[in-house]
């Protein structure tokens, strides 16, 4: 699902998909239709850095993150490491007239992909988790719960629900 916030769509929910034998997957409908308002179905995928899925971006959002990863300060270790796997894995996708997206083979080992993949909808981005996997973090995840967090960011303290 997608909602329109500011003058700007924002991706919302998940999906269980499944990529066909030519590695292609199709885009919900709910993601498709605001991916070609915002980018005419240019996108940019590109490996998650703290978990083992793949980020997609509508190019315009993309091209925002990416000029900001290049004003960064290249001397420091941690920046490099940043910009090294963000951008040097970014890679450009197009919406097929059927609503796919082919993903090449180097980011699906990554995030070890299969026939199953899961959507998952981030505000300004959408996440693709193999199923297995996704199935697994979300079980790790809400068995931790609130006890099982060492420390809550600043940020979060006075966020409620």
Known sequence: MWVNVGGKGVFRGLAVCAMDVKSRVTVPSHYRKLLAEESEGKLVVTIDTEELCLLLYPLPRWLVIEASLEQLPSFQPATRRIQ??????????????????????????????????????QGKRIEIWSESHWQFSRSNWLAKGVDGVTSVPQELQSFSL
Do not use: C, M, N
């Open 84 to 121: 090294r796997l963000l951008i040097g894995h970014a890679t450009d996708l197009e919406i097929d007239r059927q609503g796919r997206i082919l993903l090449p083979s180097f980011l699906r080992h990554y995030a070890g992909l299969e026939k199953s993949v899961v959507l998952v909808g």
